[in-house]
């Protein structure tokens, strides 16, 4: 299983939200890259990077940032953050990104996301399904649609989409564990998916359950800052 570290950038620093709430938002380092090139050299290999303040712009702000962590580390990096134009997944892909995280897009614009993955290839794009209370959020969690998580993911895996990257907002930096069961139903709903969960990861041992559970990837965030989890522990299971 991938064990990916993340990254959240606004006005080009690495912080952490609370339920996606901007206003709970706290400052853990100036440098991004330095944080990247610690979790380099711990021996992780993947890393999220999230343009937050793209999200909210819905188009990528902070690019200097993604190329500055591509070229300066090996780490292989998904990007997401206001990702809206067939333009915008190239700049990121050209900036470094191994894959790009697209998920408001595919809520608001299904034609043009099946276009991109197309162009882009399966390998390339990652769908970012991101809910609360089960309903698919977009704009950086900002507003709410009526689309059902599950039914979401499930009809875009049937057509073509091989990665999905899932959080449930409601346990995004609430340190309180993950969604365990969803992430279950999920991966009963739409076997073969590549499912990255998001939100929540807490210890050591919910990334084991995690991986006992199938789950492709699990994203870890506010965990590492505030040393619930060491890098040790992630490189060990890397």
């Known amino acids: 299983m991938r064990i990916i570290p993340a ?4 006005d080009g620093k690495c912080v952490r939200l609370s339920q996606g709430d901007y206003a709970q938002k706290t400052v853990y380092n100036e440098n991004p890259l ?30 200097a940032v993604l190329e500055a962590i591509a070229s ?5 990096v998904d990007f997401g953050g206001g990702i809206s134009t ?26 043009a ?10 390998e390339k794009l990652i769908l970012g399904a991101d809910a609360k209370d ?8 900002q507003e709410a649609t009526e689309s059902d ?30 969604a365990f069961e969803l992430y279950k139903e999920i991966l009963l709903a739409c076997p073969g998916l590549n499912l990255i969960a998001s939100g929540g990861v ?4 919910d990334i084991d359950q995690l991986a006992l559970d199938g789950l492709e990837g699990a994203i870890v965030g506010k965990a590492i800052y505030e040393g619930r989890i060491t890098l040790a522990q992630l490189a060990a299971r890397c």
């Open 72 to 76: 300066q580390t090996s780490l292989q």
């Open 113 to 122: 996301f099946l276009k991109w993955l197309e162009i882009f290839g399966s």
């Open 202 to 205: 807490t210890t050591i041992e």
């Open 134 to 141: 089960r309903k698919i959020a977009v704009a950086g969690w």
């Open 34 to 63: 330095e944080v990247a090139k610690a979790f380099e050299a711990a021996g992780i290999r993947h890393l999220h990077l999230v343009d937050l303040d793209g999200a909210k712009a819905r188009k990528i702000i902070n690019h």
């Open 86 to 111: 067939e333009e915008q997944v190239r700049i990121a892909l050209e900036a470094g990104a191994v894959q790009v995280t697209c998920g408001s897009i595919a809520a608001k614009d299904p034609q």
């Open 149 to 178: 998580l599950v039914g979401f993911v499930q009809n875009y895996q049937s057509k073509g989409v091989g990665f999905c990257i899932c959080t449930d907002i409601s346990k995004d930096g609430m340190l309180q564990g993950p």
């Open 7 to 10: 990254i959240d950038i606004i």
